[in-house]
């Protein structure tokens, strides 16, 4: 059974500092893997979204980076805002051959306070 | 487009309680999923349909829940009788097929059983 996993489970930095987040999956048999992030209060938007046959994805002062064999993810926050301020959600969705359907296996996220 | 649209956003009820969550996708995505999301399991599937057909019920809890997707723009979940360990956000997130990979997710509707 696909299990996620993030380190840590919360993160304090000060503006302007370079950040990785952790994601690591028990089952290397994916088919993508997807960075969220939550705001309080509210739902999920999506990041970045990594198919199982790229190394990494790039939006803005995002990267995030893709190790299918060792079975694990980063995200990457480059000068890190106070708006960056939220919970980041890793998920893996399984590769069909592996289990039916389209279903995210989340991990229970890193929650990221910058402060000014 | 308006997103993923979820009601009500807040519900407070007493146990034993029925609860109807709603969800309307967003227009032409065919695919759509309920999710749980609590402190202690973080978020979890509970079912999703494609084409209005449910494909995986495999995480709904227990038969007191319920889904129904009687067409393309309407999604009800439904928990009758209602217990306190159901107090949590459920998510309602959609997709334009089984195929793609984007889920897009609404703003949740926080419950809360006394």
């Known amino acids: 059974k696909q299990e996620v996993t993030q380190i840590p489970a919360a993160l304090s930095v000060p503006e302007g500092e370079n950040l990785v987040l952790n994601c690591s999956f028990t089952?290397?048999?994916?088919?993508?893997l997807q960075w969220f992030r939550q705001d309080p209060g509210k739902g999920l938007t999506s990041l970045l979204l990594?198919?199982?046959?790229?190394r990494e994805q790039t939006s803005g002062r995002l990267n995030a980076s893709l190790d299918k064999s060792s079975g694990r993810s980063t995200l990457y926050i480059a000068a890190s805002q106070p708006g960056d301020s939220a919970t980041y959600l890793c998920?893996?969705?399984?590769?069909?051959?592996?289990?039916?359907?389209?279903?995210?296996?989340f991990g229970k996220g890193t929650t990221l306070s910058v402060s000014s | 487009d308006a997103g993923v649209i979820q009601s009500p956003r807040h519900e407070v009820t007493e146990m034993g309680q029925e609860v109807t969550l709603r969800c309307k996708p967003i227009?032409?995505?065919?695919?759509l999923f309920w999710y749980r999301q609590t402190m202690m399991r973080g978020l979890e599937l509970l079912i999703y349909?494609?084409?209005?057909?449910?494909?995986?019920d495999s995480g709904m809890p227990e038969d007191r829940f319920s889904a129904k997707m009687p067409n393309a723009s309407f999604s009800t979940l439904k928990i009758q009788p209602s217990e306190p360990r159901d107090s949590a956000v459920y998510f309602c997130?959609?997709?334009?097929?089984?195929?793609?990979?984007?889920?897009?997710f609404g703003p949740g509707t926080r419950l809360t059983v006394l």
């Open positions: 998920a893996v969705r399984p590769h069909p051959a592996n289990q039916a359907g389209t279903a995210l296996i």
């Open positions: 089952d290397s048999a994916i088919y993508n």
């Open positions: 990594i198919q199982s046959s790229q």
């Open positions: 227009s032409g995505h065919n695919s």
């Open positions: 349909f494609n084409n209005n057909v449910p494909i995986d």
């Open positions: 997130a959609t997709a334009v097929s089984s195929g793609t990979d984007t889920q897009y």
